[in-house]
Each structure stands twice: as structure tokens, then as C-alpha cells.
């Protein structure tokens, strides 16, 4: 708590004071906001901004830290110093001195001592993460809302495109709910300051920066969320429960309400265009031997929108302000993994080189970004793969679109040559691209996709079989708030629709769906479906590390076994209409031995496994017994 209040007084008041008579203007940012000793880079880059602050000579006294070089930028208001901070440095505050025409400005920094509370955990196939826009959860402080000072002061939860009030003491409220549903770590899309005005989503519409992916200054929690305080109060919370917490990076762009856009550091700090150009959006461009340059010059350096900037990572100076960034994060808020946002529009160097910073600090950390592709090919290019192309990357994992597609195209489909089943079977067959599999992030859905269940048509049954796949296949699974009380929409007429209130989560809330009386009879049996499986596979390491031998389907029905030298697991679906029984001669090469298979749901245990009845539209989990 200690290290958290000295942060929170850089934050706030950035401890800036003049040391002349002149009242020279102070420095209005320095970033990194404090550091540590002992870190395994020595080498620190502050940003430094204010009035001039490219003018001003700086000097550093303190033992152990050295300032290295001061460079200048295209802007005045800008300088950036480099530091070497020896292993002899010890915790403390020291003065960043600035002197310029007869003038002083003096800054207070902080170098401060690492804690021993637990960070850079990573999170692994033993896990299931679950996946919160803080916004649409849960209001745990209905006094922080809104603040008149903030460029949106709205909040209104009957209005789908504002601020709805969920913060973050909503979320630690319903932490207990989260780890009794069998969840083991919680991504929430950012809690970065989002103080922007209200951006045209449409022609009819203005739209909040609620969901967070709109930074405006990268070293303060938004206020709405509940700030600093709250979110290392939730880290806090979460370690405590042996669960972890996953950050959400962006790094492509930033509001155009963003102080350093407003005040821009380089001419090319941004990708600025003669006119608007939005990114092509085809990361083809980037893995096709035949595409011209203009074309990946458009993927990378055209903008989101055209009120998102579109960040220039080659810029150094900027590399620096974002990785050092990332690492200040899981230093200051103990963070255990980090999802990468629209991961295909970065400079792919840049990422590497990202990458590669927080694994040398946090050896253990699990990094997966957001590459919505279409195929395995496009997918493996993104993390660490086999294939011999020019460009290796090295990031650990990534979200798994290719099963995503596969799953939800699956239960759309009757069964044919390539329908149906086939495309999980498919997905799954192409792991041979990947160094990793099992470090692939699985889903159902998320918070810019329709919504799962709205995708198959409202069928529990088929619920069941994407809820199975999700839980005993490969990868690391994560699940999107709400889908186990049954929460539907379709991104008609916009995102709001698929991003809706938990209900129960706030004020005048009719039923509470976070508690088993506030569900329906069939929103409870969906919620104890998923808690049932998540818990047994939080049990269950064959699940997790297991060896995967998946047969062909056949007939509509797909099986797969999981296993290691102690369990196995066979998992049966039946994407028939009528009931099938199951001749398990075929799978004689996994099943010799066994005699007997309890299901995990139902607890009904099998002796005789020569034909096993797979009801119609069904999933079926066994544990297998000799």
C-alpha cells in the first residue's frame, strides 16, 4: 500500500514545484511516474514534458542513478532523458533538475523497492479466463459515475451507447461469484484513462469511450473505474483467491484527445497521411510473397478511425514510452498476463521487441494478442510457429479466431464432407504451424463479436456441445461475461447490443443473475453446466497439459480423447438430430484397457463401453476407469 500511495501522489499532483521566485511553469508530465531499483534493464527513458522543457539543461544527483544523455524533440515542450540505474541504487526521491535562461524547474521522482506480492504469474491451460467490460458489469461506487471535470459527464445505463457506471469495486464484489463458476483469472477490456469527448459512431449516434480502448493518458486509471487505488485493490483481491489478472494493451492508437497528440513530441510520432486513410484491415499483405509495400504500408500505418491516431512504433522514442510503459504496469499493478489489442496493424519489429522486454523481466508471463484472421497460416504468423518465412515472431500465444470460426460455423452447419464438426476437427488438425498450441487463447465469443448463443439459433443443447469443446480441447479458454446466465444480442445496430448490463449489477435491476434465485430455470441450468466443467477441468490435468488424439467424425458425431500417463478423458459429441449408439471399436487404440467411463456431468458411471448412446445434439464427458 505503501509504494501505491507514493505513486498515486506523482499521479495526482506529479510533485512538481518551482525552485525560483519566478514561478517558472512546472513540468507538466514525466513519464515513466516513478521506477524501481533492481529491475534486470538498468536503462530508463523518461519522457518530459512542459513549457519549453526541451530548452532547459536537466541534472540528476543520486546515488546509483546516472543521466546518460538528454535528447531532444521536433517539439520544444519535450525532452527525454536517458537514466542507467546502477544495482547500487537504493529506494528513495530524488530532483530532476531542468535550468534554462536563469531559470529552475525541479520535479520529484521515486525509485522505489520491488515488492514480493505475485506478478508475472502467466496464466496456462490450467486456467479459465473470464472476460469483464468493467463499464457493463457491476456498479460497486455509483458516487464516482461521472465528474463534471472530465470532457464526458454522462452516464446513463438506459442509454446503450454511454457510460453505464460499472467500475471496479463492482468487479471485486463479484469476485467469489467468479471463482465458485470455476474462473481462474479475469481480463477486463482497459481501465486506462478514457477522458474523451464523445466520438460519431454512426450518422445517428455519439458514442462513450466506455469499453476503455481509447487511451488519453497512459499512466492514470480512469477515475470512473474508480483509479489507481481500486485497481490495485483488485489485483490485491485476486491474488488473494489464487486467481490472476490479465492487462489489455493497446498500442496501435490513442484518442485524439490524448495530451500528446494535442501536443505532438515528433512529426513522426503518429502515421500522418496527406488526407484521412483508413488501415485496408487485410493482414494477408503482410505473410503474401507477391504484395507491394503500399499495401502493408496501409495495413500498419492507415488509422482505425479517424478519431484513433495511428501510433508510429518506429519512432524510438515512442518504442521506448510504450514498452517501458508495459512493464510499469506489471510492476506497479502486479500483473500476471497481457492481452495485446488489434495486435496485426503494429510495427512487427516493435512487438517483437516489446515482447521480448517483459519476458526478460517476468520470464513466466503469458502474452496473447488480438489477430482476427481467417486461417491457420494467418494465425501461426502472428506467435511463434514453424513455418520458414521471413518473419519470426516470438509472441507466446495469441487469441485462437481459427477455432473460433470453427466452433460457431460448426454449430451452424448440418454435417458434411467439410461441415458440421469437420470444422472443429479441421482447426484443431492444423497445430503442426504452431510452436505452442497449448498456448493458444479459446472462445465463444467476445466483446466485438454476436453474441454465442444468438449465433446458434437460442439452442441449449448446442450451447452445451460449444461449451464442451471450449473446456476440454487444447489451449488456454477464456469465457466472455454474461454467456453463462444465457445473455444474448447481435451487433444490430451497433456493439452496444452485445455489450448490455450484467443484470443484477446495478441499481433498480429487476433480477439478479449473479445469485441461482434470480436466474430462470434454464439460466441456471446453463450456469451450472459451465461451473461443473470449468471446476472439473481445474482438477483435471489431463484437460490441461494432456496429450489430444482427435478422430475423424463420422456420421455426425466427433470424438477426441485427452490424456496423460494417469488420466484419460474421452469427450463425445452428436451433432444428429436422433440419438446415436456409438461403436467404440474404432477407438480401440486410446480405449484398450479401460473398463469402465464416468460422466463427469451426469455422474453416471459405464461398464459396458462397447456401444456408448450419444443422445441427439449432445455432448458427453468421460472419465475413463480400468
Known amino acids: 500500500m505503501k509504494r501505491l500511495l507514493l505513486c498515486l501522489s506523482l499521479l495526482a499532483g506529479l510533485s512538481r514545484h518551482p525552485a525560483t521566485a519566478q514561478n517558472t511553469p512546472a513540468l507538466t508530465h514525466v513519464h515513466p511516474t516513478n521506477w524501481w531499483v533492481g529491475m534486470k534493464n538498468p536503462n530508463l527513458q523518461l519522457l518530459i514534458h512542459g513549457p519549453?522543457?526541451?530548452?532547459?539543461?536537466?541534472?540528476?544527483?543520486?546515488?546509483?542513478?546516472?543521466?546518460?544523455?538528454?535528447?531532444?524533440?521536433?517539439?520544444?515542450?519535450?525532452?527525454?532523458?536517458?537514466l542507467t540505474i546502477l544495482p547500487s541504487a537504493k529506494p528513495g526521491k530524488f530532483q530532476i533538475t531542468g535550468k534554462s535562461g536563469g531559470k529552475t524547474v525541479s520535479h520529484a521522482y521515486e525509485l522505489m523497492a520491488r515488492d514480493k506480492s505475485p506478478k508475472g504469474q502467466g496464466v496456462s491451460t490450467a486456467d479459465f479466463i473470464y472476460l469483464i467490460m468493467p463499464d457493463r458489469f457491476a456498479n460497486g461506487d455509483p458516487a464516482n459515475d461521472?465528474?463534471?471535470?472530465?470532457?464526458?459527464?454522462?452516464?446513463?445505463?438506459?442509454?446503450?451507447?454511454?457510460?453505464?457506471?460499472?467500475?471496479?469495486?463492482?468487479?471485486?464484489?463479484?469476485?467469489?461469484?467468479?471463482?465458485?463458476?470455476?474462473?481462474?483469472?479475469?481480463?477486463?477490456?482497459?481501465?486506462?484513462?478514457?477522458?474523451?469527448?464523445?466520438?460519431?459512431?454512426?450518422?445517428?449516434?455519439?458514442?462513450?469511450?466506455?469499453?476503455?480502448?481509447?487511451?488519453?493518458?497512459?499512466?492514470?486509471?480512469?477515475?470512473?473505474?474508480?483509479?489507481?487505488?481500486?485497481?490495485?485493490?483488485?489485483a490485491d483481491e485476486l491474488h488473494k483467491r489464487g486467481m490472476k489478472l490479465v492487462q489489455d494493451a493497446v498500442y496501435n492508437h490513442v484518442s485524439d484527445d490524448h495530451w500528446f497528440y494535442k501536443d505532438q513530441p515528433f512529426k513522426d510520432w503518429f502515421n500522418n497521411w496527406p488526407a484521412y486513410t483508413g488501415s485496408n484491415h487485410k493482414d494477408v499483405v503482410l505473410y503474401?510473397?507477391?504484395?507491394?509495400?503500399?499495401?502493408?504500408k496501409t495495413l500498419l500505418d492507415g488509422w482505425f478511425t479517424p478519431f484513433l491516431p495511428d501510433l508510429n512504433q518506429r519512432n524510438p522514442f515512442l518504442a521506448n514510452y510504450l514498452i517501458q510503459h508495459a512493464i510499469w504496469s506489471t510492476e506497479m499493478?502486479?500483473?500476471?498476463a497481457w492481452r495485446v489489442d488489434t495486435y496485426k496493424y503494429n510495427d512487427l519489429d516493435f512487438l517483437n521487441r516489446c515482447n521480448a522486454a517483459l519476458l526478460a523481466e517476468y520470464p513466466k508471463i503469458h502474452i496473447f494478442g488480438e489477430s482476427w484472421v481467417g486461417n491457420p497460416v494467418a494465425q501461426s504468423f502472428f506467435v511463434r510457429n514453424k513455418m520458414d518465412i521471413g518473419f519470426k515472431s516470438n509472441q507466446p500465444g495469441g487469441l485462437d479466431f481459427v477455432l473460433y470460426d470453427a466452433i460457431n460455423a460448426a454449430l451452424r452447419e448440418n454435417f458434411g464432407w467439410d461441415t458440421g464438426v469437420n470444422r472443429v476437427h479441421q482447426a484443431?488438425?492444423?497445430?503442426?504451424?504452431?510452436?505452442?498450441?497449448?498456448?493458444?487463447?479459446?472462445?465463444?465469443?467476445?466483446?466485438?463479436?454476436?453474441?454465442?448463443?444468438?449465433?446458434?439459433?437460442?439452442?441449449?443443447?448446442?450451447?452445451?456441445?460449444?461449451?464442451?469443446?471450449?473446456?476440454?480441447?487444447?489451449?488456454?479458454?477464456?469465457?466472455?461475461?454474461?454467456?453463462?446466465v444465457l445473455m444474448n444480442g447481435t451487433k444490430n445496430p451497433s456493439d452496444a447490443e452485445v455489450r448490455k448490463d450484467f443484470p443484477g449489477g446495478f441499481p433498480g435491476d429487476k433480477n439478479d443473475k449473479f445469485t441461482e434465485g434470480?436466474?430462470?430455470?434454464?439460466?441456471?441450468?446453463?450456469?451450472?453446466?459451465?461451473?461443473?466443467?470449468?471446476?472439473?477441468?481445474?482438477?483435471?490435468?489431463?484437460?490441461?497439459?494432456?496429450?489430444?488424439?482427435?478422430?475423424?467424425?463420422?456420421?455426425?458425431?466427433?470424438?477426441?480423447?485427452?490424456?496423460?500417463?494417469?488420466?484419460?478423458?474421452?469427450?463425445a459429441t452428436n451433432q444428429n438430430d436422433q440419438e446415436i449408439a456409438l461403436d467404440t471399436e474404432r477407438f480401440a487404440e486410446r480405449m484398450n484397457g479401460f473398463r469402465s467411463a464416468?460422466?463427469?456431468?451426469?455422474?453416471?458411471?459405464?461398464?459396458?463401453?462397447?456401444?456408448?448412446?450419444?443422445?441427439?445434439?449432445?455432448?458427453?464427458?468421460f472419465e475413463l476407469g480400468r
Open 52 to 82: 519549453q522543457a526541451g530548452a532547459m539543461t536537466y541534472q540528476i544527483t543520486y546515488p546509483g542513478v546516472r543521466l546518460v544523455k538528454t535528447h531532444k524533440a521536433d517539439n520544444p515542450n519535450y525532452a527525454f532523458l536517458d
Open 146 to 234: 461521472k465528474f463534471g471535470d472530465m470532457l464526458d459527464t454522462s452516464a446513463d445505463t438506459k442509454v446503450p451507447h454511454l457510460r453505464h457506471g460499472g467500475d471496479l469495486q463492482g468487479v471485486i464484489n463479484k469476485l467469489d461469484y467468479l471463482k465458485d463458476l470455476g474462473v481462474t483469472a479475469l481480463w477486463m477490456t482497459p481501465v486506462i484513462e478514457n477522458d474523451e469527448t464523445l466520438k460519431r459512431e454512426a450518422p445517428d449516434r455519439m458514442q462513450a469511450g466506455y469499453h476503455g480502448y481509447h487511451f488519453t493518458d497512459h499512466y492514470k486509471i480512469d477515475r470512473r473505474f474508480g483509479g489507481e487505488t481500486a485497481y490495485q485493490k483488485l
Open 288 to 296: 503474401d510473397p507477391y504484395a507491394p509495400a503500399s499495401d502493408r
Open 333 to 336: 499493478f502486479d500483473l500476471d
Open 428 to 484: 484443431v488438425a492444423s497445430d503442426a504451424l504452431y510452436a505452442d498450441p497449448l498456448k493458444l487463447v479459446t472462445f465463444l465469443e467476445n466483446h466485438d463479436t454476436e453474441r454465442f448463443l444468438s449465433v446458434i439459433g437460442d439452442d441449449l443443447n448446442k450451447y452445451k456441445m460449444g461449451v464442451t469443446w471450449l473446456l476440454t480441447q487444447r489451449g488456454i479458454p477464456h469465457w466472455y461475461y454474461g454467456t453463462e
Open 518 to 571: 434470480g436466474r430462470d430455470k434454464r439460466e441456471n441450468e446453463a450456469f451450472n453446466y459451465v461451473r461443473k466443467l470449468a471446476n472439473y477441468r481445474k482438477t483435471t490435468p489431463a484437460l490441461q497439459s494432456g496429450r489430444l488424439t482427435q478422430y475423424l467424425p463420422q456420421n455426425g458425431t466427433y470424438v477426441y480423447f485427452r490424456y496423460n500417463d494417469k488420466q484419460t478423458v474421452m469427450v
Open 598 to 621: 464416468r460422466n463427469v456431468l451426469s455422474g453416471e458411471t459405464l461398464t459396458d463401453l462397447k456401444l456408448i448412446k450419444l443422445p441427439a445434439k449432445s455432448a458427453v464427458v
